[in-house]
């Protein structure tokens, strides 16, 4: 699908006057795309479309060459939930579920458990993970514990999710600096906006109404994508590491062998001929007594 003018982009806006920041991501096509092998109850859709908003955002904050992994892991209706987004906001999210337990309040769906936020930079080398509990009403509650313990930063999240889009906006004060009264404003007016405004208002006036007694500059942004990085050699080196006699037990059983990517759901088929490639022919007892 086309996408919105103005969606599928992640924006930074500042404050001429004051120290402080925002950045606003607003999905559709890449939205689309990311679900369009998969199924998810409406509760799981939107709660993965935040995720996947607050990844973009968060990217957004960072200077690096990697990628950004947002996970909530806990003992509610989600079981695990991963989004992802690369240095240039190439994203891929999924989110695994018991369905009998959905329901549309975040407590049941996420439970008791902790959130990470995982950054691997090719610069840095070992990677970077902030972890801190599911504490809040919401996921973008649960966001605003992690800057405050990890980053230590002033920070306000508001995300949104629908069938059609999922969007987000992160206003922070810059560090180093006090904004005082201006960020208490900003912060306030942020809380103010509604799912509506924050999925399907325009850039422009989501920034301008983040801080509508302020000169705020907004930049063009950029473009965000869904891209999932499985391949098929990368599933070779999966079933590689399990073990040809763990692999061809399955090739006995089902006749072949399908892997299917968590991510965006693209099956991966291999059958006798494949498996022998990657093993060499399936070894056959010698008799005793004949080399």
């Known amino acids: 699908m086309s996408a919105s003018p103005g969606t599928d982009r992640v924006r930074r806006f500042l404050l001429e006057e004051h120290p402080v920041r925002g950045q606003l991501v607003q999905l559709e096509a890449a939205w689309a795309a990311l679900r369009e092998h998969a199924a998810y109850p409406a509760p799981v859709r939107d709660l993965l479309g935040e995720a996947t908003a607050a990844a973009v955002l968060l990217a957004s904050t960072l200077k ?13 209706a989600v079981r695990l939930l991963v989004a992802q987004c690369t240095r240039d906001f190439r994203i891929r999210s999924v989110a695994h ?22 950054v691997e930079s090719i610069e840095r080398g070992a990677p970077y993970q902030g972890i801190v509990p599911l504490a809040g009403d919401s996921l973008a ?15 306000r999240v508001r995300l949104a999710a629908d069938a ?38 325009s850039p422009e006036s ?9 000169d ?3 930049f063009a942004g950029s473009a965000v994508s869904f891209e999932c990085r499985c391949s098929r050699e990368r599933v ?10 763990e692999v061809q037990s399955v090739l006995q059983e089902q006749g072949n062998v399908t892997v299917t990517c968590d991510f965006c759901h693209r099956p991966y088929l291999f059958d006798a001929i494949d498996v022998a490639q990657i093993f060499g022919p399936p070894s056959v007892p010698t008799p005793d007594g004949i080399n």
């Open 64 to 76: 690096f060459d990697g990628s950004l992994t947002l996970q909530l892991q806990g003992d509610g």
């Open 97 to 118: 579920f018991d369905a009998e337990r959905v329901a549309p309040d975040f407590a049941t769906l996420a439970g008791n458990g902790r959130i990470m936020v995982t």
């Open 141 to 155: 509650e649960c966001i605003d514990g992690y800057f405050a313990t990890s980053e230590q930063l002033p920070t």
């Open 164 to 201: 059609a889009r999922a969007g987000g906006l992160l206003v922070q004060q810059l560090p180093g600096v006090e904004a005082g009264a201006a960020w208490e404003r900003v912060r306030e007016h942020a809380a103010g906006l509604d799912a509506h405004d924050l999925l399907y208002a």
């Open 206 to 214: 989501l920034a301008q109404r983040s801080a509508p007694a302020e």
């Open 216 to 218: 705020v500059r907004l």
């Open 236 to 245: 070779l080196g999966v079933l590689q590491s399990l073990g040809e006699d």
